[in-house]
Nanobody, 124 residues
Framework: VELVESGGGLVQAGGSLRLSCAASGRTFGTDTVGWFRQAPGKEREFVATITWPGGTVDYVESLKGRFTISRDNAKSMVYLQMNSLKPEDTAIYYC??????????????????WGQGTQVTVSS
């Protein structure tokens, strides 16, 4: 099941965006869902994860307090609310699933079903 991201766009510094991640036509099952981002010329990096069904969350420390991950199991959607955006948040944002949530993984190789990503551009 490939995931589909949406909600990206161009925003001024200090603004907000909410990204959405959908499991195209199906559900996430019991997988943990994660958000990653990749800036130009940089490696894809971990942003946040959320487990099923209880919604235990994990964030990269540098984004705590500005970004919030959540999920709506009834709608099979996962969201990333991004506030107080900075130019350095500019990147393509991806969601993906980890089928082994007990490992509490933060690295790309643990995740699959990657979507095409959604571009977030923050202007100064």
């Amino acid at each position: 099941v490939e995931l589909v991201e949406s909600g990206g766009g161009l925003v001024q510094a200090g603004g907000s965006l909410r990204l959405s991640c959908a499991a195209s036509g199906r559900t996430f099952g019991t997988d943990t869902v994660g958000w990653f981002r990749q800036a130009p010329g940089k490696e894809r990096e971990f942003v946040a994860t959320i487990t099923w069904p209880g919604g235990t969350v994990d964030y990269v420390e540098s984004l705590k307090g500005r970004f919030t991950i959540s999920r709506d199991n009834a709608k099979s959607m996962v969201y990333l609310q991004m506030n107080s955006l900075k130019p350095e948040d500019t990147a393509i944002y991806y969601c993906a699933k980890d089928p082994l949530p007990e490992r509490r993984c933060r690295v790309v190789r643990c995740f699959g079903s990657w979507g095409q990503g959604t571009q977030v551009t923050v202007s100064s």
